[in-house]
């Protein structure tokens, strides 16, 4: 169990409840999860109408075009994300990466309305697993599908034991 795991487990009683404070500690967890999510973009893209006329790298872009933007290939730049396939959720640490070339729940004024409950629940989830478990996929190479969300073929079996008193 990572230390600020640790840390909060050890601070609680037993069945005591995660708090505001406690969920704003789990700063290396959150970098991983965003990791987890640039490699794995919960979402595949959207389209979006040109407003007027574009001109994109000698290309004309008409009024009223629809345009498609991939959110996992964004994740993927190296001119953002150097070594684009190594998991490192150190990228998120600090200031993070370059604003709009991460974006698994979009940007501006488009920003999914659930970020932050999903961050939440996330927490959450990841802190008790963690705390009361040891696990292991069942399936280690399970094949994904897009359609649209990535989603595990076989439902992701896992096998929960709970860690020794």
């Known amino acids: 169990m990572r230390t ?8 609680k009683e037993v069945r005591e409840y ?3 404070d406690d ?3 789990m700063k290396h967890t959150w970098d991983v999860v965003s990791e ?3 490699l794995t973009s919960p979402i595949t893209g959207s389209f979006r109408e040109a407003l007027v006329d574009l001109n994109y790298q000698g290309y004309i872009i ?5 345009l498609y933007w991939n959110g996992a290939v964004t994740h993927m730049d190296p001119k953002f994300f150097p070594n684009t396939k190594k998991f490192d959720p150190s990228r998120f640490e600090g200031a993070g990466p370059t604003p709009f070339s991460y974006v698994p729940f979009g940007g501006g004024p488009r920003m999914c ?3 932050e409950f999903a961050r939440l629940e996330i927490l959450v989830f990841i802190h008790n697993v963690v705390k ?3 696990w292991k996929l069942l399936i280690p190479n399970e094949k994904i599908e897009y359609d649209p969300m990535p989603t595990p073929i076989e439902g992701l079996p896992v096998l929960l034991q709970p860690h020794s008193s």
């Open 132 to 134: 009361d478990f040891r």
């Open 4 to 11: 600020e795991q640790k840390e909060i487990a050890t601070s």
């Open 36 to 38: 987890v999510l640039r």
């Open 18 to 20: 995660l708090n505001w």
């Open 62 to 66: 008409p009024k009223g075009w629809k």
């Open 113 to 115: 309305l659930g970020k």
């Open 23 to 25: 969920i704003q500690k």
